[in-house]
């Protein structure tokens, strides 16, 4: 199946009647912080930090997103061809 998304319409005609170069595809890496809390059972507060660390889902975290914490990683930032 076609990608819709790729196709030229009518408004993508330039003043010149041509088509407009494509334009450059980026990956722009981003990263912002998320606080929460989660419902742990554990008989200590040790084993409770443990699951928390390493077998917990982000999805079992109660969460929001940390005020003025989004930042793009400019140095990391990736040209990708058009077509992939």
Avoid: C
């Avoid at 009518?10 to 010149?16: H, L, S």
């Avoid at 009647?17 to 494509?22: C, F, H, I, N, T």
């Amino acid at each position: 199946m076609d990608d819709l998304s790729k196709q030229k319409t009518f408004r993508d005609i330039g003043n010149n009647k041509d088509w407009p170069e494509p334009k450059k595809v980026f990956l722009v890496p981003a990263h912002w912080e998320m606080y929460g809390v989660a419902r742990i059972e554990a008989d200590n507060i040790e084993e409770a930090i443990l699951i928390a660390e390493n077998e917990s889902r982000l999805s079992d975290f109660d969460a929001d997103y940390v005020m003025d914490s989004f930042g793009i990683d400019t140095d990391v930032i990736e040209e990708k061809n058009n077509n992939g």
